[in-house]
């Protein structure tokens, strides 16, 4: 026997986000993403055609198994999570092929953040913007560092939904 349904979760959500609550996220937000939004011109290898196709691929790299051994005790060391150094990690690769010092993400989170939702099926997946000032030529600590902060402050605000977040930002 389930403590909840999603429905009740559907109405938590909706209560949850009003007010105070909803006012206070899109705040932090705006303060977060606002400004320009730096385009992602990746180098490519020949021209973009007219039309898109929207035919992609899928590509493996296995890591050997000592290499990932010694990110996890990296991981372990600085208190980071292996997702926040993969996160400094294709950052700092974009940052690189872009020379942009304002790099944003798109990253998905599982959203349940309360012990009666665990159980439930369900879409409670969310989109979080992660935003990372590369400023400043920083190490790769510092930039684990800065990602870190990142993360934890967008965990902290992940119960507004992006469709949400986008419809009162209006993004160009």
């Not at 290499?67 to 690769?93: G, K, P, V």
């Not at 400043?136 to 993360?151: H, N, T």
Request: aromatic share 10%.
């Amino acid at each position: 026997e389930l403590p909840i349904q999603y429905a009740d979760y559907a109405v938590w959500q909706r209560r949850h986000l009003a007010g105070e609550a909803l006012d206070a996220q899109l705040r932090y937000w705006k303060g977060r993403l606002g400004g320009e939004f730096p385009p992602l011109n990746l180098p490519t290898d020949r021209p973009r055609p007219m039309s898109q196709s929207f035919r992609g691929a899928t590509s493996f790299l296995p890591l050997p198994a000592t290499l990932m051994m010694e990110i996890r005790a990296l991981c372990q060391r600085r208190r980071d999570t292996l997702y926040m150094l993969l996160l400094t990690a294709f950052t700092s690769l974009l940052r690189r092929y872009t020379r942009l010092d304002d790099i944003i993400i798109g990253s998905p989170i599982a959203n349940r953040t309360r012990v009666e939702t665990e159980g439930l099926i369900g879409f409670f997946v969310n989109t979080l913007a992660l935003r990372t000032d590369l400023s400043g030529d920083p190490s790769f600590s510092e930039l684990l560092q800065r990602a870190r902060a990142v993360a934890l402050e967008a965990y902290g605000r992940q119960d507004i939904p992006f469709e949400l977040l986008v419809e009162r930002l209006k993004p160009e």
